[in-house]
């Protein structure tokens, strides 16, 4: 059907365009459309308690990503170092990002999954300050009498951030 249509159209002496040219006209549409579909999500995404959740979690996690460089202070064995990061850093972060963790339970109209995510993320702060509430004991005393208890904490820190995922 097509082909008919072309050779006539050729046999009328018409102009034909690139395909190039027609595949840059495409490829300008589609950057628009995706454009405007990721405007609408991002607006979307930012506007009510949602947003402001999302608002909320990017402060959480940059208090996360600070806290948990304690990991690596823990390679270097400068204890004095580990146990002043652990008290002006580390636990400051957690005990912020607790408070975030309310800010946002005061949020209305969120989605249910973000209400369980909530619960959890309440659960996960309290597991990380216990951590280094123990990794700074563990420390002072140079034993490994806080093994376990390090352990088991860690493991159910897992354990929540597997269902976060």
Excluded at 42 to 66: K, R
Excluded at 76 to 94: C, H, R, S, Y
Aim: aromatic fraction near 10%; proline fraction near 2%; glycine fraction near 6%.
């Amino acid at each position: 059907m097509h082909g008919e249509v072309l050779s006539e159209y050729k046999n009328n002496k018409e102009m034909f365009y690139s395909g190039w040219r027609a595949a840059g006209i495409g490829s300008l549409c589609c950057v628009f459309l995706l454009g405007i579909i990721f405007g609408y999500v991002y607006v979307e995404s930012s506007t009510g308690s949602t947003g402001e959740y999302y608002d909320y979690l990017e402060t959480f996690t940059e208090n996360e990503e600070i806290a948990t460089s304690l990991y690596n202070l823990l390679d270097d064995g400068n204890n004095l170092q580990v146990v002043k990061f652990i008290e002006k850093t580390a636990l400051p972060a957690w005990r912020e990002n607790l408070q975030i963790i309310h800010k946002i339970s005061e949020l209305d109209d969120l989605p249910p999954e973000l209400k369980v995510n909530n619960e959890l993320l309440v659960e996960y702060c309290k597991l990380r300050i216990k951590s280094c509430e123990l990794i700074s004991q563990s420390v002072l005393s140079g034993g490994t009498q806080y093994d376990l208890k390090l352990t088991t904490i860690h493991s159910r820190i897992e354990v929540i951030v597997d269902k976060l995922q």
